[in-house]
């Protein structure tokens, strides 16, 4: 014990006159290039971070053979947080310390990203991209100058989904709305911003109910819901428990009349529930619209896990990591805030829009060489980051026609900024 | 460098759960309380740190902005009060009543956490918790080789007080007790009234946990006390050696070790195809070390000392 008290505070003595040295070391690229990855891989959240990591994955073979980064293959090192923030922060630190990567993707719940930011990876000023945290606390973080601007997020933030589905409810005529939601950040934020969006707009919400996951009924909450016979009801949930209460409103009576979240949007759900009651559904999601660069990234998906990747977060982790790639070509070195410059860099309307896949990233590489402009449009559609490192993406309002997913409208990123600016004044 | 600057990182964290797991160690290794609830008591330390020291936000309930270590004596306070509460209404409770009643009572603190939206900030958590004397350092690496000093001294401090505590003649009745209460009855102690006082000093020793905790990654949510670190605390006293503070910090810092060395072992020899199966080869890897240890150190790494009074033969 003592012998290793005292070696630790030799090596902190040895240690405190280096750090002078290291700054200077990081111009020169060396091969293979780090990107550093946190995933909840197993724990509550394993089920949904395993497709996520697949998806990073795909990204970053994309990457590869597209040319790698700086000419330098990437060697992408994930480490599961195990839905934990203490072993997401320890991983953050391990990453950021002793392997050195310049960027770091993740993670998936805002409980784990934001203790990774105070504590490691502002103060290291090093960018992270996260696919999945939806949590508003980081805008306020961000208007607070607290991220220093190293933190992206390639999903639309709770506010994007509130007020575009508040404005879709508007104009089908809804006056009365009651919301279920699940009692998260991501509930609770949603529940905030559809209210205040969609009092604005001339409704009102008659109720809001909060559930807890993993039960197997949710009798109550639904009839807690009923009991105003709104106009419509909006459901804030995770496919499984979802599908679950979604058959017990309809059983009960309630309108079909749903409002659904992006994490609804999947095939799953539609099957559990029975695609004939969800005729009058809609639900919101980012663009993933149904472009060329979309739909190469959903065959390469197929092709590679013969999965679907209709599931939270993989469309955005494959953003996340190919944003990335394409940032780090871009930045001069591989600083930190190089990177995050970067990252800005990608989004100018006049550029030349690069897609998903190898030959797109090749083709990317090529153009940052001659000194072009690119912007880079992914598996969630064009991509374009705010000041607080948000995406201020279009929108998709999708449907359910037969059994199958649809799509009923798109809103445009004129319009919904337009929206906001009606909303927010 | 990096690795250096790693470490410390590393032992800020184990200095900390170590204090954990020693208040632990006086409640079940000295006095045989079986506290199920040990993040429910952590949790009341950090939240309380937070919710005395953060800036002031309109949506808040409690807007004090106190200096950080008046954030830590109340954290202190509080985790006393939350624990002589508890403690009154269950230390009549015998082994596995009491840890179905302290396990209950964790998860209802961290609900509590999750749905008070005005004092703790619920599921959103609460930001830019002060660290404590952070202005005065430059870089991460200074501010933490500050706070390992902190924490590690903390971590000193509780150690050198409970090894004194555990030495007393208090100390030996709490011994007494957990061997045999009913002869420590006959002899004339005051089993429940001692139980109850080994049970809120475990417990405030784990709030001050908490709010080093907060104090050194300056958030808080309700997810950082998810019920599994009550278990993570559980193995740490039992590998390294349950009744025995140093087999208690030894224990905490070979499993938090063996928690983040597999983590790094696995990405490093898994190729990357297989690298999204390597969480699950991590936790199978993790029991596995954990139950051969149990088999072949079923007292833990450092078992209990054998205790004779100096006076005898």
């Known amino acids: 014990m003592k012998r290793s008290i005292g070696l630790l505070a030799g090596a902190v003595l040895v240690s405190a006159w280096m750090p002078a040295q290291n700054a200077q ?15 909840p891989l197993t724990g509550s959240m394993g089920p949904v971070g395993k497709r996520i990591s697949d998806s990073a994955q795909l990204a970053v ?67 992270v991209v996260s696919c999945c945290s939806t949590a508003a606390t980081f805008t306020t973080l961000a208007q607070e100058g607290k991220t220093g601007g190293f933190f992206f997020r390639t999903l639309p933030t709770v506010k994007t989904q509130a007020y575009a589905s508040a404005k879709v409810a508007a104009d089908r005529g809804f006056k009365r709305v009651t919301m279920i939601y699940i009692n998260t950040d991501f509930g609770t934020g949603m529940v905030k911003d559809f209210t205040k969006a969609f009092n604005k707009l001339g409704g009102q919400v008659l109720k809001t109910v909060a559930y807890n996951e993993n039960q197997p009924s949710y009798r109550a909450e639904v009839n807690s819901a ?35 979240n992006n994490a609804l949007r999947t095939p799953e759900y539609v099957k559990a529930v029975g695609g004939k009651f969800l005729q009058n559904a809609f639900g919101m999601d980012n663009a993933s619209t149904s472009g060329p660069t979309v739909e190469s990234f959903k065959q390469s998906f197929q092709a ?21 790639g394409l940032a780090m070509n871009l930045a001069p070195d591989l600083s930190g805030t190089a990177i995050r410059d970067a990252m800005r860099k990608l989004q100018s309307p006049d550029a030349t829009v690069v897609g998903t896949g ?4 090749k083709k990317a590489i090529a153009l940052i060489k001659d000194g072009k402009a690119i912007r880079y449009s992914g598996a969630t559609g064009p991509l374009e980051f705010d000041a607080n490192g948000d995406v201020s993406g279009a929108a998709l309002i999708w449907n359910v026609k037969g059994d199958q997913l649809g799509t009923d409208q798109t809103l445009t990123v004129e319009e919904m900024s337009k929206l906001i600016k009606q909303i927010d004044g | 460098m990096g690795i250096v600057s790693y470490l410390i990182f590393f032992a800020i964290v184990v200095s900390i759960l170590s204090i954990i797991t020693l208040g632990l160690n006086l409640q079940w290794g000295s006095t045989g309380v079986f506290n199920a609830g040990v993040v429910g008591f952590y949790a009341v330390g950090g939240y309380t740190y937070a919710i005395l020291t953060a800036p002031g936000r ?47 009572i964790a998860v209802t603190i961290q609900l509590i956490a999750l749905n008070w939206e005005g004092l703790t900030g619920g599921s959103l958590g609460m930001t830019s918790v002060p660290r404590p004397l952070s202005g005065f350092f430059e870089t991460p690496f200074t501010y933490n080789v500050f706070y390992l000093c902190l924490s590690a001294g903390f971590c000193l401090l509780t150690y050198w007080a409970l090894e004194r505590i555990v030495r007393s003649p208090w100390g030996r009745v709490l011994r007494a007790i957990r061997e045999d209460e009913g002869a420590a009855i006959a002899l004339g102690k005051d089993a429940a009234t001692l139980r109850l006082q080994a049970f809120v000093l475990g417990s405030t020793v784990m709030g001050l946990a908490g709010a080093l905790y907060v104090g050194f990654i300056g958030f808080v949510s309700p997810f950082d006390f998810v019920p599994i670190i009550t278990f993570q605390i559980w193995t740490m006293l039992i590998v390294g050696g349950s009744g025995n503070n140093k087999g208690a910090v030894l224990g905490t810092l070979v499993v ?36 051969l240890t149990l088999l072949f150190k079923p007292g833990g790494l450092i078992g209990e000392e054998p205790t004779t009074s100096r006076h005898a033969g």
């Open chain 1, 25 to 39: 070391a990081q111009n020169a690229v060396s091969c293979p290039v780090k990107l550093g990855g946190i995933l």
């Open chain 1, 61 to 127: 073979k994309h990457i590869n053979e597209g040319g790698g980064i700086k000419g330098c293959p990437v060697e992408f090192i994930l480490r599961d947080d195990q839905g934990q923030p203490t072993v997401g922060v320890d991983a953050a630190k391990y990453l950021v310390e002793v392997e050195r990567v310049p960027a770091i993707t993740g993670s998936v719940s805002s409980g784990v990203t934001l203790p990774i930011l105070t504590s490691v990876t502002v103060p290291s000023k090093v960018p």
């Open chain 1, 226 to 260: 009923l009991s105003d016979k709104p106009d419509a009801v909006f459901l804030v949930a995770f496919p499984q428990d979802g599908a679950t209460m979604t058959r017990e409103w309809i059983s009960l009576g309630g309108t079909q009349n749903l409002i659904l």
């Open chain 1, 304 to 324: 590679a896990y013969n999965a679907s990747p209709d599931g939270p977060g993989i469309y955005n982790q494959y953003d996340a990591v190919m944003i990335l």
């Open chain 1, 358 to 361: 190898p030959e797109e990233f």
């Open chain 2, 58 to 104: 309109p949506e808040l309930l409690v807007n004090l902005e106190l200096p950080w270590i008046l954030g830590v004596v109340g954290a202190l306070i509080a985790s006393a009060i939350a624990a002589l509460l508890v403690g009154l209404a269950t230390m009549k409770l015998r082994g596995d009543y009491l840890a179905i009643a302290t396990f209950g």
């Open chain 2, 256 to 291: 938090w070790g063996l928690w983040s060395a597999s983590g790094t072992l696995i990405s490093k020899i898994l190729p990357a195809a297989f690298q999204t199966q390597g969480g699950a080869v991590q936790t199978i890897l993790i029991g596995l070390v954990l139950v």
